[in-house]
C-alpha cells in the first residue's frame, strides 16, 4: 500500500482579519491614537468587533455602560459626530458622564463615522485622539473612505464559522456574555430583559468595574444578584 502524504491541517483564518489591517492602517496614515468597530443589533445592543488598543476598548465599554456618547449618536442619526475637544460645552452638555470619563482615561478628542450599507446604518467606526485636535479636510475624507471600505469588510467576515472561533480572541465579541447575563437576570428578578440590561449597566457604573466582568460572573454564576456588597469574592478588573 503506498504511503499517502500526511493531510495538512489548514489553520482557520484569524476573525475579521480584513477589518482589522483596514483599522490599524486608518490609525497609521491619519492624526488619530486609535480606532474601534462596532456592530449593531438594535440602537442599544452591539457589541466591539475590534479595538486598535485598551484605551479604544474601554472608550466604546464606557459608551456601552452608560448608553451615551458619539458612538451612539453616530449610528442613531446616521451622521458623523466629530469632536475635538471633549472638555468643549457641547460635548459636556450632550454627554456629561461619559465626557468626564473619557477625560479621565486620557482621550481628548473622539470621532465617529456610521457604517452603513444601502443607506442602513449597521455600525460605527469610532476613533479617539491624546489631544484635543481637529481632523484634517483630508483626514476626515480618509476617514470616511476607511468607514465605507470597513463597512464591506465587517459584513463580509460577519460569518458563522467567525463566530465559532471567535473565542481564542479577546478583542472580538466580548459582549455575548452581557446578554446572556440579562436574560438570566430577567428570569431570576421576573423583568423584562431591556430592564435586567439597565440594571446591570447600573451596577456596573455603580461598583466602577466593567460590565463584560459583572456579566461573567453571573453567567459563571459566581454571583447571585447585582449588590456587591451581597457577593464575595468580586476581584478588581482589567
Known sequence: MPNLPARRVQAPPQPFDVTKRLSDELVQCTGVDGAGVAVFASASTRDLVYATDTDSEELDE????????????????????LHDDMASGEARNRWPIFSSQVLA??????????????????GVLEMYGRSPVSLASTEDATCRLYAESIGHAVLAELDPAYALISGTDLKVFRRGNVHVASGMLAARLGVPVEEALVRLRSAAFSQHRRITAVALEIVRGERLDLDSSRHTGIRGDT
Open 105 to 122: 482615561l486620557g482621550a481628548a478628542s473622539v470621532y465617529a463615522y456610521p457604517l452603513t450599507i444601502g443607506g442602513e446604518p449597521f
Open 62 to 81: 464606557i459608551q456601552f455602560t452608560l448608553g451615551e456618547g458619539p458612538c451612539l449618536d453616530a449610528f442613531r442619526f446616521q451622521h458623523s459626530e
